[in-house]
């Protein structure tokens, strides 16, 4: 997986978000400078990249990945998008020269997000969000799962009242359930300003024993 975030994150305008980034030893306890944290954090480094962390850490935070020298990428005021989830999911939240604002996400379900975006105003809200939401809008193994209809309506909701849309393309992200729960959604406001150049879920066998997620790559280009 480091190999894949050196190639992609090379240009001042590429951003690699990651989640459950190593700041606990796998035993669970809290151990901010463990040989995994240093071990990753000095493999960027050395690769002329560095890591935008939150203040706060934990299990299931989010970082973002950015060129050492040449970033446009900033962490925001606040640093954690006015979020503090009950369930200890700290997120990041990074900005672009004040006119894109990413939150990367790692939650229990996208229904987590709803009292955050309904607390805040359409134009504090953030113009992507991408991560995993645990919840999406599909069926496991190609049946009717009823036990994640209120998922599915959760994410729908998402996405119809807040005004975002997906283009993850609802592809498999997660090979060990088959189902579709990371997603890379633009606010509907914003999406015209940008060029969609690309977009693929990099099923790579050989991630596949790295990670239980398949990581989603996108290219946007700002048309003005």
């Not at 305008?13 to 400078?33: K, M, R, T």
Request: hydrophobic residues 35%.
């Amino acid at each position: 997986m480091e190999f894949k975030i050196l190639i992609l994150v090379s240009n001042e305008d590429d951003v690699a978000v990651l989640q459950e980034f190593p700041y606990y030893e796998y035993n669970g306890s809290i151990q901010w400078g463990c040989d995994e944290y240093s071990n990753w954090t000095s493999l960027f480094e050395k690769n002329n990249l560095t890591v935008i962390e939150p203040y706060k850490k934990g299990l299931n935070v989010t970082v973002a990945v950015v060129p050492k020298q040449k970033s446009v990428w900033k962490k925001t005021d606040g640093d954690d998008c006015k979020t503090s989830f009950k369930d200890g999911y700290l997120n990041k939240y990074i900005e672009l020269l004040k006119e894109f604002r990413i939150l990367g996400i790692h939650l229990p379900s996208s229904s987590v997000l709803l009292p955050l975006l309904h607390g805040m105003g359409e134009a504090d809200r953030p113009d992507l969000i991408l991560g995993d939401f645990n919840s999406g809008d599909y069926v496991i193994k190609n049946r009717w799962d009823e036990e994640h209809e209120c998922e599915r309506q959760q994410y729908r909701k998402l996405i119809n009242v807040y005004g975002y849309t997906d283009i993850s393309g609802g592809g498999v992200t997660n090979h060990i359930t088959g189902s579709s729960i990371d997603h890379f959604l633009i606010k509907n406001t914003v999406l015209f300003r940008l060029n969609i150049k690309n977009v693929f879920i990099d099923d790579n066998k050989t991630l596949s024993t790295l990670s239980d997620h398949y990581p989603i790559i996108v290219e946007l280009e700002k048309k003005f």
